[in-house]
C-alpha cells in the first residue's frame, strides 16, 4: 500500500518569514495530493492540492510543488502570518481509491 | 448550510460504559470515515463507508463498530469503553462525483474513558 513520509514534524518561524514542509510518497499510482490544514479544537480542513499532471499550484501565500519522478511533493507559505500557526497534513491517493494516506502531521508555529 | 457536525464534542466516561459517537452531514456526501487522532497528531482511520449499508474497518483496528443506515448519518459506537480509547475522533465525508476525492472533516469528538 501507499506510505507518506511527513517532514519535519515541528516547524518554529518568525512572523514573515517562509515555511516549507516536504512529504513523500511511496506507491506511483497516486495521482491526487492533498494537503490540510487543522486549527486548535477543530477538523483538518483542506486548503491546497495538486494532481499528478501539474507541477506546481499557487494560491496567494500558499504554494504546492510536485516532483512525480522522485515522488516527493511540498508545501511552500510565504510572508507566515501568526495565524498560519497550525497542524499540517500532506496526503496521497493512488487513481480510484477514495482513501487518502496521510503523512504524520507538522506542526508549525509563526512567532510574532 | 452544508456541513458535517458531531456531538458531543467532549465527552468524559466511566470504564465499561457503552457510548455512540455522532456524525452527521448535510452535503449529500456517499463516502464517510472515522479517524482516530493520537495525542502525537497522527490520523489513523477505524472506518469507512461507501453508501448506505456498507461499512468496512480500516488500517486500524478498533473494538468500535459503526452503521450507515442513512447517507447523511454515521454514528461510531464503543459497547465497553475502556481508558486505551482515550483520543480524540474525527468524522469525514467525501464526495465521489466529479472532483476527487476532498474530504470534509467534522470538528471532532474529544473521548475520555476514565
Known amino acids: 500500500g501507499e506510505n507518506v513520509e511527513q517532514h519535519p514534524s ?3 518561524v518568525q512572523e514573515g518569514d517562509s515555511a516549507v514542509i516536504k512529504c513523500t510518497y511511496s506507491d506511483s499510482a497516486s495521482n491526487y495530493f492533498p494537503w490540510y490544514k487543522q486549527e486548535l479544537g477543530k477538523g483538518p480542513q483542506l486548503i491546497i492540492d495538486i494532481r499528478s499532471n501539474v507541477g506546481e499550484k499557487k494560491d496567494q501565500r500558499i504554494a504546492v510543488t510536485l516532483n512525480k519522478t522522485a515522488k516527493h511533493f ?3 507559505i510565504t510572508e507566515t502570518q501568526p495565524e498560519d500557526s497550525a ?3 500532506c496526503a496521497a491517493s493512488p487513481g480510484g481509491s477514495y482513501i487518502p494516506t496521510f503523512g504524520r502531521g507538522t506542526s508549525l508555529i509563526v512567532h510574532p | 448550510e452544508a456541513d458535517i457536525y458531531q456531538t458531543p464534542r467532549y465527552l ?5 460504559k457503552k457510548i455512540t459517537l455522532e456524525c452527521s452531514q448535510t452535503m449529500g456526501h456517499d463516502k464517510m470515515y472515522w479517524y482516530q487522532q493520537d495525542p ?6 477505524i472506518h469507512y463507508s461507501y453508501g448506505v449499508n456498507s461499512t468496512e474497518k480500516g488500517d486500524l483496528s478498533s473494538e468500535s463498530t459503526v ?3 442513512r447517507t447523511e448519518h454515521f454514528p461510531l459506537t464503543l459497547e465497553s469503553a475502556r481508558p486505551s480509547h482515550t483520543s480524540q475522533y474525527l468524522c469525514a465525508s467525501s464526495d465521489t462525483s466529479g472532483s476527487p476525492i476532498e474530504q470534509f472533516f467534522g470538528p471532532g469528538t474529544r473521548l475520555t474513558v476514565l
Do not use: N
Not at chain 2, 12 to 16: A, D, L, S
Not at chain 2, 40 to 45: A, P, T, V
Open chain 1, 10 to 12: 515541528t516547524l518554529s
Open chain 2, 40 to 45: 502525537g497528531m497522527e490520523l489513523h482511520l
Open chain 2, 67 to 69: 452503521s450507515r443506515i
Open chain 2, 12 to 16: 468524559v466516561i466511566g470504564t465499561g
Open chain 1, 74 to 76: 511540498s508545501l511552500h
Open chain 1, 87 to 89: 497542524v499540517y497534513f
